[in-house]
Nanobody
Framework: QVEESGGGLVQPGESLRLSCTGLGLKFSAYSAYWYRQAPGKERELVAEINNIDGSLTYADSVKGRFTISRDNANNRVFLQMNSLKPEDTAVYYC??????????WGQGTQVTVSS
């Protein structure tokens, strides 16, 4: 299982860092993902860190502003979000995937960007 934290209410232009903690799994062995879902919209992939080659992938809408990273010593993955915009408002979900039968989602954490 995985558990997110770090969401909240911020003003446009501010930053937040989301954390995702692996519970009972060795997170470093898993590919890690951050998704988000805004009201009335489909869930979208925001960022990915691949467990095979360590490659990073970002949605076009967040490139240059968001950074995904790992802390293997503490079994965590982070999403650093800078220069936040109102359109970044959503529930953010962490996912850890090793294979089809080891694929875990968190409950989500709300991020609201508003003045």
């Amino acid at each position: 299982q995985v558990e997110e934290s770090g969401g909240g209410l911020v003003q446009p232009g501010e930053s937040l860092r989301l954390s995702c903690t692996g519970l009972g799994l060795k997170f470093s062995a898993y590919s890690a993902y951050w998704y988000r879902q805004a009201p009335g919209k489909e869930r979208e992939l925001v960022a990915e860190i691949n467990n095979i080659d360590g490659s990073l992938t970002y949605a076009d809408s967040v490139k240059g502003r968001f950074t995904i990273s790992r802390d293997n010593a503490n079994n965590r993955v982070f999403l650093q979000m800078n220069s936040l915009k109102p359109e970044d408002t959503a529930v953010y979900y962490c996912r850890a995937r090793l294979n089809s039968w080891n694929d875990y989602w968190g409950q989500g954490t709300q991020v609201t960007v508003s003045s």
